[in-house]
T-cell receptor
């Protein structure tokens, strides 16, 4: 079972470059999330999507945009990367009701 | 606003020692509670979860957690750790009325088990 799949796994960007992180889930989940993980700060929510066609800001949305392309896919875009966006990015999804979130393998992004 | 506090950032212990990780939360309503584990280089995996009922929850790999509503706590325990328990542990909270499922995570506790 694939679960939540993120691409790429690693990426190095130069300051000012743009890129899109891809996320897809095959569990027919409605809700999808993008988090960033930084040492000593846990996971912080960037954006989330409760269903196809809806997105909303989380705790740290500045510098990011998202697209919920369909029920399966939720992408995160950095329009102009900054060193402060160096982090590990996790995508997650969750079904309805009393369920937990399922996480992807993560993308380690370095902005130089 | 929701917040989650994990008491220890780093814990080092020997194999066979007992482990207890503290988690306190702040939230004005009923909550669902979770402990996730992240092994080195891997993604977060669910250890256990509490939604309702018995406040003592048993999870995978011998872990358990106790929900104490009066103390807003959900501490994780394991009676005897193994080297393979070396990982980072995250406590997470979600409000039950939050249909969007926004999870609030603690900062994490890095656990190192020495042989």
């Amino acid at each position: 079972n694939a679960g939540v799949t993120q691409t790429p796994k690693f990426q190095v960007l130069k300051t000012g470059q743009s890129m899109t992180l891809q996320c897809a889930q095959d569990m027919n989940h409605n809700s999808m999330y993008w988090y960033r993980q930084d040492p000593g700060m846990g996971l912080r929510l960037i954006y989330y999507s409760a269903s196809e066609g809806t997105t909303d800001k989380g705790e740290v949305p500045n510098g990011y945009n998202v697209s919920r392309l369909n029920k399966r896919e939720f992408s995160l875009r950095l329009e102009s990367a900054a060193p402060s966006q160096t982090s590990v990015y996790f995508c997650a999804s969750r079904g309805q009701g009393f369920t937990e979130a399922f996480f992807g393998q993560g993308t380690r992004l370095t902005v130089v | 606003a929701q917040s989650v506090s994990q008491h220890n950032h780093h814990v080092i212990l020997s194999e066979a020692a007992s482990l207890e990780l503290g988690c306190n939360y702040s939230y004005g309503g009923t909550v669902n509670l979770f402990w996730y584990v992240q092994y080195p280089g891997q993604h977060l995996q669910l250890l256990l979860k509490y939604f309702s009922g018995d406040p003592l929850v048993k999870g995978i790999k011998g872990f358990e957690a106790e929900f104490i509503k009066s103390k807003f706590s959900f501490n994780l325990r394991k009676p005897s750790v193994q080297w393979s328990d070396t990982a980072e542990y995250f406590c997470a909270v979600k409000g039950t009325t939050d249909s969007w499922g926004k999870f609030q995570f603690g900062a994490g506790t890095q656990v190192v088990v020495t042989p």
